[in-house]
């Protein structure tokens, strides 16, 4: 599972994975930087401490991937 959205700090855009096959759980930053992370659950933590919709272009593309990630939270896997 990935999103990219776009945020107002950086020309490039925020980049979260959720990839359990390969065990890779990252966010690259708008500024190029980077979180990583050992579980899905930690990240989804990080992104709802860390990142406010009014940070981002799209607003609406955020909150789907918030309901998206609660959705993995339940099932622990996306459909």
Sequence with gaps: MEF???SFDGALPVEITIDDDN???TIRK???SG????SPNELIQ???THFREE????????RGM????????VNGFYY
């Design 46 to 48: 990080w992104v709802k």
């Design 4 to 6: 990219s959205l776009c």
């Design 23 to 25: 065990g890779r759980y």
């Design 55 to 62: 940070e981002f272009c799209h607003p609406q593309e955020f």
């Design 30 to 32: 708008s500024d190029r």
């Design 66 to 73: 918030l309901e998206k990630l609660a959705e993995y939270e």
């Design 35 to 38: 979180e990583y992370f050992n």
